[in-house]
């Protein structure tokens, strides 16, 4: 999915809601990306975006202003199930 660098963390977490929502019946919790803390590959810290300031950390991490970076962003959300509806036999 491709989201404008100037968008709100709001309508991000809009959109990929509604994308999530229209393939089933889950609900986000919460939005997050992981970044390298070091050198070794393996190891990554996890951000969890809760406001504009922590997105605009985000796209400043991986889309600087002076380069086009057209490698991907990846954001991960936690889902909830939803709840169980019981009928009455």
């Not at 992981?34 to 951000?47: A, I």
Request: a negative charge; aromatic letters at 8%.
């Amino acid at each position: 999915m491709r989201f404008n660098k100037r968008v709100s963390l709001s309508d991000l977490k809009q959109k990929i809601s509604t994308k999530i929502a229209s393939h089933s019946e889950k609900q986000m919790l919460r939005l997050f990306y992981k970044f390298p803390v070091s050198t070794d590959p393996l190891k990554f810290s996890e951000m969890e975006l809760e406001d504009d300031d922590n997105l605009g950390t985000m796209i400043a991490i991986y889309c600087p202003c002076e380069i086009e970076n057209s490698n991907p962003i990846e954001l991960f959300a936690e889902i909830a199930e939803p709840d169980p509806i019981e009928l009455p036999l």
